[in-house]
Structure formats: C-alpha cells, structure tokens
C-alpha cells in the first residue's frame, strides 16, 4: 500500500469515527430531550388549586380593606394642614401604586382559579382609573385654589367639583362591588368555599349604593302578556 493510499484508508476512517461520534451525540441529545426537558408539567391538582385561591382571596381581601384608611389617613392629615393639596396628591398617589402593586403580585401568584385572576386584573384596571380621577380632581382643585376670581365663585366651581368627585366614586365602588359579588358568586358554587363581599369593609357603602341606585330605577315590571 502506497503512502498515499494509506492517508485516504486513515482519513476515511477517523471521517467514519466523527460521523458515529456526531450522530451519537444527536440521538443522546434528542432521548434526553424527549424522555425529560419535553415532558410537561404535571397537571396541578383541583384541591391545590382550591387551596391557593383561597389563600389569595383571604390576602386580597386584606389588602383591600388597608386599603380606604390609608386613603383616609392621607385626606385627614391635609384637613390637618399637615399636607398641603401637592403633598396629598403624591401621598395618595403612593398608596395608589403600592396597592396596584400588591394586587398584581396576588394576580401573579401561580395555580389560582381563572375567575380570582379576572377578578385582581378588573381591580388593578379599576384603580388606576380611580387614580387619574384622583389627580385630576385635586389639580382642578389647586386651579381654583390658586385663581384671582371671587370667593363665591370659587366656593361654586369647588361644590360642582366634589359633586363629580362623590358621584364618581359611588359610581367606582358600585362598580367594585358588583364585579366583586359576581366573581365570589362563581368561585363559592365552584369551590363550596364562602366567597362573601360582606368580607369587605366597603359593603356597607356598597349596599347602601346599590339600594338607592334600585329605588332610582324602580322594580322590574312584568312584561305584557301578548297572547
């Protein structure tokens, strides 16, 4: 055998090694793959998830009652002149943004029922929309504070504003406290767990609400009997 007949037989069989080696490598990378990496997660029980939305609820519940004495605690220390109207609206702000990001981390936590996270998406939604009206309320507030018009004037364009403020928030917490009443009406008949609004300390305010609203509208009326 020639010397260069000896180089081809010797590079076609180091050639054959790194093919078997390559194709190895392959068919382990892919088994392992297969066998562990692309199995997916195992289903997660009924009962944990039971357990985890409840404990969610009980923590959103909480959060939502710490929820009016901080606002309250901002607005009676600006009665106080302890806070003037621009450090209020940064206070209430602050607590505005520590709730939403308290509720998001309760949205957040894994296995809980659909309709719990629906419910915390449709609340961290309500409150930044509470917080633009929020802002926007005590800004035309300091306009009127701060203008050079008269002092009835002014006292009338502060009563218009607080109208539209109290309305509003009747209208966000009558809104709150029906998502809230149909949301726990599904997960209690799910998970034979009593899910309550009367857990929150706004129900009083939220009923009373609903019941003017109901008087305001009247009782449903039957409708006539065509035939």
């Known amino acids: 055998m020639t010397q260069q007949k000896k180089w081809a037989e010797e590079t076609k069989s180091a050639a054959r090694r790194i093919g078997i080696g390559v194709a190895t490598a392959v068919v382990t990378s892919a088994t392992i793959y297969f066998l562990g990496f692309n199995r997916s997660k195992p289903a997660v029980s009924s009962t944990e998830v039971k357990k985890n939305t409840i404990r969610v609820w009980k923590q959103y ?56 996270s629906i419910l915390l998406t449709d609340r961290i939604e309500y409150k930044r929309q509470e917080m633009d009206f929020s802002r926007y309320y005590i800004d035309r507030f300091i306009v009127f504070r701060d203008s050079l018009m008269t002092n009835d004037y002014r006292n009338y364009l502060i009563k218009e504003l607080n109208d539209l403020n109290n309305g509003r928030r009747s209208s966000a917490t009558e809104r709150l406290g029906r998502n809230i009443e149909e949301q726990a009406a599904a997960l209690e008949k799910k998970y034979k767990y009593p899910f309550r609004i009367k857990d929150f300390h706004f129900n009083d305010l939220y009923q009373s609400i609903k019941a003017a609203r109901q008087a305001e509208v009247g009782p449903k009326s039957d409708l006539p009997d065509l035939n």
């Open 61 to 116: 519940v909480q959060a939502e009652n710490m929820l009016q004495p901080r606002h309250d605690t901002v607005f009676a220390r600006t009665v106080r002149g302890e806070l003037t109207m621009e450090e209020s609206r940064n206070q209430d702000s602050l607590t505005s943004e520590n709730f939403i990001r308290e509720i998001n981390t309760l949205r957040e936590t894994p296995d809980i029922d659909k309709d719990l």
